[in-house]
Nanobody, 116 residues
Framework: QVQLVESGGGLVQPGGSLRLACAAS????????LGWFRQAPGKQRELVAR???????YIADSVKGRFTISRDNVKHMVYLQMNSLKAEDTAVYYC??????????WGQGTQVTVFS
């Protein structure tokens, strides 16, 4: 069983920063792919960033240069550092884990609102 719990969302001004954190519980969490998705109203859920157990990362073009993903395999945590936030970054952000059986697990989501 895998459980994911996000934290760190909130209201921030354009140009500001937030750091999201996700705690992953369950066996062998450190070997799985971890990532962040987001979903804005009226839009599909999109992949923002992901990171393998070995540290290989993917960053979506829309946030490249502004967002950074990292993980701690000892604490079973994944983080998303968000800098230079824009209004279009407003969305619910979801933590994701993909296990070796290609099954996806999701956190409950955390709201990020960028507004002046």
């Amino acid at each position: 069983q895998v459980q994911l719990v996000e934290s760190g969302g909130g209201l921030v001004q354009p140009g500001g920063s937030l750091r999201l954190a996700c705690a992953a519980s369950g066996s062998s969490a450190s070997i799985h792919i971890l990532g962040w998705f987001r979903q804005a109203p009226g839009k599909q859920r999109e992949l923002v960033a992901r990171i393998s157990s070995g540290g290989t990362t993917y960053i979506a073009d829309s946030v490249k240069g502004r967002f950074t993903i990292s993980r701690d395999n000892v604490k079973h945590m994944v983080y998303l550092q968000m800098n230079s936030l824009k209004a279009e970054d407003t969305a619910v952000y979801y933590c994701n884990l993909r296990d070796l059986a290609s099954r996806n697990y999701w956190g409950q989501g955390t709201q990020v609102t960028v507004f002046s």
